[in-house]
């Protein structure tokens, strides 16, 4: 199994990026896909969760603002990212769990100036 996250960059606040995270080795519809972040010097921490029939989970701070889609076609999950805040820099991860073991992209920096 392989994730490999993009789309991160070094926006303003109040700006807004498009994640991705392409996914191979596995059957991706049948699986939970989820985005996480971590800031510097904080535990890594889940931002957004999709099931596999597109229901959708947030953490408080993003609810509202991020939205996390799935297009079982391209095998990608992708997090919509509006209005960011200073303090949603950080790096990025996807991640699903497939066959009993948990699998993470190599992450996707994201930064926003104030």
């Known amino acids: 199994v392989q994730l490999q996250a993009s789309g991160g960059g070094l926006v303003e606040a109040g700006g807004s990026l498009r994640l991705s995270c392409a996914a191979s080795?596995?059957?991706?519809?049948?699986?939970?896909m989820g985005w996480y972040r971590q800031a510097p010097g904080k535990q890594r921490e889940l931002v957004a969760g999709?099931?596999?029939?597109?229901?959708?989970t947030y953490a408080d701070p993003v609810t509202g603002r991020f939205t996390i889609s799935r297009d079982n076609a391209e095998n990608t999950v992708y997090l919509r990212m509006n209005s960011l805040r200073p303090e949603d820099t950080g790096i990025y991860y996807c991640?699903?769990?497939?066959?009993?073991?948990?699998?993470w992209g190599q992450g996707t920096q994201v930064t926003v100036s104030s």
């Open positions: 999709i099931s596999s029939i597109g229901t959708t």
């Open positions: 991640a699903t769990r497939y066959g009993s073991q948990d699998y």
């Open positions: 080795g596995l059957i991706f519809s049948s699986v939970h």
